[in-house]
């Protein structure tokens, strides 16, 4: 190998964007690095849901030999997400404990490695990559650290922009058209953020380029037609909170947003956009155009309360997903800066001049890494249950027939023990406490001595840690925790 090819190597992209994909997974990792089951309630839902339709072989959701939800707790329109992972669980043969804990690290690569490809083309390839590997994970707008919907979608939302705004063959529209149909039967919102972040490009190109804008038009929207047909105005309306506004819910202002993404990568943002915007283009000015209405909408909910309340705590991921590409444009304009030589000739020694760009680059990597990655360590994630929760579930859910089929547990852990056990729950905590669950904890307070309250409801398990049940209709079993109601009768 020649002087001049081990140089180029060392050049190369590909050597920067092999570490950066380790610090990809390393990010996505995080919330389960110390934690080996799902930390979030919609990690558990989406695997009770994807366990569900792998056994009957069915996606109507509201199936009566398997509700392990609620009853009138029906999220078709993520029929496609529980599909697809529960397609790679029977494939793979992983369990569904080491599927939710690594493949969002594979899914997070796809997505910096999508940024990559998106940058490249534009020369900012590797920088791209690696500020996008900011985008956080936390509790109230996801991220993706979690095996959620929204995680999967960001690579699609990336890899959609990238063929709308580069090619202009038959083959590129279909790719589009498929992108957005997983996307709509995956999560409709990310499919909605995608048409947003692309509508100011297809209006423009209506114009200038009437036949790209009419097949981008088609392709991303021919998918939301049989949508009403298949599901319903009334229930789609119902089932997407139109016009909700809660302002405890996620981000309340923007200094939050600004404050999880990172101040460096923020002030790296615009940068990037100043410059893509100064270079003209459409291709570059319409991702500008498409990132400014999001925030326009987002804008508009924040101050006037008025939008879509899901679009707006996702809409925040595709902000801070766009704001990466934007930064690593402004990190590759910095690593591009040069000293006028007449000025600083003498003043500065002759390395840091022609290396300028490059030293003020590396300095505000290691800057961005050094305050990022703490940030990500010390967030916040809560834990459903814990190891003794999830070994008495797993022997329910090996050790009782199928006659024993409903239980009463403390809620906030019922949804775990739905998508172990594959059993129905009473009820269970979502997001605030309703009377149901109310009732089942006073049940369980009162130490289960009502079993006219079982028979009634059709429970035959009861599982609790804290309190002993004092029923002598109740039969113990080798497990500590768990009673079985014997002779259960029927209920209304």
């Not at 994807?50 to 009138?72: F, I, Q, S, T, Y």
């Not at 400014?292 to 987002?298: D, G, K, N, Q, T």
């Not at 101050?303 to 990190?331: D, K, P, T, V």
């Not at 190891?387 to 027939?401: A, C, G, K, N, S």
Request: aromatic share 14%.
């Amino acid at each position: 190998m020649t002087h001049e090819r081990f140089c180029d190597i060392l050049k190369s992209d590909y050597l920067k964007l092999l570490p950066i994909l380790v610090l990809a997974a390393y990010i996505a990792l995080i919330p389960h690095m110390d934690y080996p089951y799902p930390v979030h309630l919609d990690e558990w839902s989406h695997m009770a849901e994807a366990k569900r339709m792998m056994v009957l072989g069915d996606v109507n959701v509201a199936h009566e030999l398997w509700r392990p939800l609620m009853a009138d707790e029906t999220p078709f329109f993520e029929v496609g997400f529980h599909l697809f992972t529960g397609i790679f669980q029977n494939v793979s043969g992983l369990s569904w404990v080491t599927i939710t804990r690594y493949l969002p690290l594979v899914i997070f690569a796809l997505t910096v490695l999508s940024a990559y490809i998106f940058g490249k083309r534009n020369g900012f390839g590797w920088e791209a990559a690696l500020m996008t590997c900011l985008v956080p994970t936390t509790v109230g707008i996801l991220g993706p650290g979690l095996l959620v919907p929204v995680a999967l979608g960001l690579p699609l939302i990336l890899l959609s922009i990238y063929l709308s705004f580069n090619f202009r063959t038959i083959w590129s529209y279909i790719v589009v058209f498929l992108f957005m149909s997983f996307l709509l039967s995956m999560h409709p919102v990310t499919a909605a953020g995608l048409a947003i972040l692309l509508a100011p490009y297809i209006l423009v190109n209506l114009r200038v380029d009437l036949r790209h804008g009419l097949c981008l038009a088609f392709s991303l929207g021919i998918p939301f037609v049989p949508v009403p047909v298949l599901f319903g105005i009334k229930k789609i309306a119902r089932e997407i909170d139109v016009f909700a506004h809660d302002p405890a819910s996620a981000y309340t202002a923007w200094p939050e947003l600004i404050h999880d993404y990172g101040y460096i990568g923020t002030s790296l943002c615009l940068i990037g956009i100043f410059l893509l915007f100064i270079k003209g283009g459409w291709e570059r000015n319409g991702l500008i155009y498409g990132f400014l209405l999001l925030l326009l909408i987002l804008v508009t909910y924040i101050q006037f309360h008025f939008g879509l309340s899901i679009l707006y705590s996702r809409g925040l991921l595709y902000i801070m997903l766009i704001m990466g590409i934007f930064a690593g444009c402004g990190l590759a304009g910095m690593r591009r800066l040069t000293l006028p030589h007449r000025l600083v000739a003498g003043v500065i020694p002759v390395f840091l001049r022609n290396s300028f760009g490059s030293v003020l680059c590396l300095t505000f990597v290691v800057a961005t890494l050094i305050i990022a990655i703490p940030m990500r360590q010390d967030t916040y994630y809560y834990h459903m249950i814990d190891e003794v929760d999830y070994q008495t579930f797993v022997w329910i859910r090996d050790h009782l027939d199928e006659s024993y089929n409903k239980a009463i547990l403390d809620p906030w852990k019922a949804t775990a023990f739905a998508a172990v056990t594959g059993r129905s729950v009473r009820s269970r905590i979502v997001a605030y406490p309703d009377l149901p669950v109310q009732e089942d904890q006073a049940f369980l307070d009162d130490g289960c001595v009502d079993t006219n309250y079982l028979r009634k409801r059709r429970v035959s398990i009861i599982y609790t840690r804290d309190l002993k049940c004092n029923n002598p209709d109740l039969v113990g079993t080798e497990n500590p925790y768990v009673y079985l109601l014997e002779n259960k009768g029927s209920g209304n």
